[in-house]
């Protein structure tokens, strides 16, 4: 899907910097994916204890030596 963006150029030489990436459609698709994945880790950790009910998880591990 093509989209007309309007970024900040500064924004974008820092971002291409930072990532050792120049091409555009690839830092725009970076970004969205670090923001999606921020956005999914967050709204799961908001999600923490909201259980009471919850039973404790069984858990292997190896017996200690």
């Known amino acids: 899907m093509r989209t007309t963006l309007n970024i900040d150029d500064a924004l974008l030489d820092r971002a291409a910097k930072l990532t050792g990436t120049?091409?555009?459609?690839a830092l725009v698709r970076q970004g969205l994916e670090a923001l999606i994945a921020r956005e999914s880790a967050r709204r799961l950790?908001?999600?923490g204890s909201s259980e009471p009910q919850l039973k404790p998880v069984p858990r292997?591990?190896?017996?200690?030596?």
Not at 22 to 25: C, D, L, M, P, Q
Not at 60 to 65: G, M, N
């Open 22 to 25: 120049s091409e555009k459609t």
């Open 45 to 47: 950790a908001a999600l």
């Open 60 to 65: 292997r591990r190896s017996p200690a030596a």
